[in-house]
């Protein structure tokens, strides 16, 4: 069944707060990636933690991995509008040989100016 | 340092035609993948291809779907005898390698059938 299943499906904050999202998946992993989507655009790669990681950072976004637990959150601090997006995680199955991405439905964010 | 091309953005065709959707990995990168991506969803592996192989296919319709990257040349991915559940957003990614790296994704084709 699907991995990497985002939680909330939407999200809308006000400019200057923090918005959380998590994922679930079921499978171990290798790492598990975050990626942005603006409307009609392609993905862009946010950040990538290995499995045997728990907690990364890149400049306002924050991710921490729990393998136990198989889930993720990635943490955007003081919120822009544009970081307006839909944000995906995506899982590399570990066992698997080939590095495809199983992608989640999605955290759909607005951030209100 | 040009990211993943993919041309064209947007791609018209009538059912029972072909579509070829290409894609341009960055430079360096000899991994390169496909995704589809329905309305409101999430990305759906399709492919995965290296230079001149198909190394996974798990996720390719078992007909009218095709993909390739030659020595020269870009990807494609090729889709014949359209039919209106074709129509979707096709993704090419690129990696340097296959595992622990992040896959680098171009803008995407959006295909309608009509």
């Known amino acids: 069944s699907q991995q990497g299943e985002e939680d909330p499906q939407a999200l809308s904050i006000q400019e200057g707060e923090n918005a959380t999202m998590n994922c679930s998946y079921k499978?171990?992993?290798?790492?598990l990636q975050w990626y942005r989507q603006n409307s009609g655009r392609g993905l862009v790669h946010l950040i990538l933690?290995?499995?045997?990681?728990r907690e990364k950072h890149s400049g306002r976004l924050r991710v921490t991995l729990d393998t136990s637990k198989k889930s993720s959150s990635l943490l955007i601090t003081a919120s822009r509008a544009a970081d307006t997006a839909s944000y995906f995680c995506?899982?590399?199955?570990?066992?698997?040989?080939?590095?495809?991405?199983?992608f989640g439905q999605g955290t759909t964010l607005q951030v209100k100016p | 340092n040009a990211g993943v091309m993919q041309n064209p953005r947007h791609l018209v065709r009538r059912r029972g035609q072909e579509a070829r959707l290409r894609c341009s990995p960055m430079?360096?990168?000899?991994?390169v993948y496909w995704y589809r991506q329905l309305p409101e969803e999430g990305l759906k592996f399709m492919v995965y291809?290296?230079?001149?192989?198909?190394?996974?296919e798990s996720g390719m319709p078992k007909e009218r779907f095709s993909a390739e990257f030659p020595k020269e040349g870009p990807s494609i991915l090729r889709i014949q005898q359209v039919v209106r559940g074709d129509s979707a957003a096709y993704f090419c990614?690129?990696?340097?390698?296959?595992?622990?790296?992040?896959?680098?994704f171009g803008d995407g084709t959006r295909l309608s059938i009509l």
């Open positions: 933690i290995r499995s045997n990681e």
């Open positions: 990614a690129s990696s340097e390698s296959r595992e622990n790296q992040p896959q680098h």
């Open positions: 430079k360096g990168h000899s991994h």
């Open positions: 995506a899982t590399d199955a570990k066992g698997g040989n080939t590095g495809k991405l199983i």
């Open positions: 291809l290296q230079k001149e192989n198909i190394i996974d």
């Open positions: 499978t171990s992993i290798n790492n």
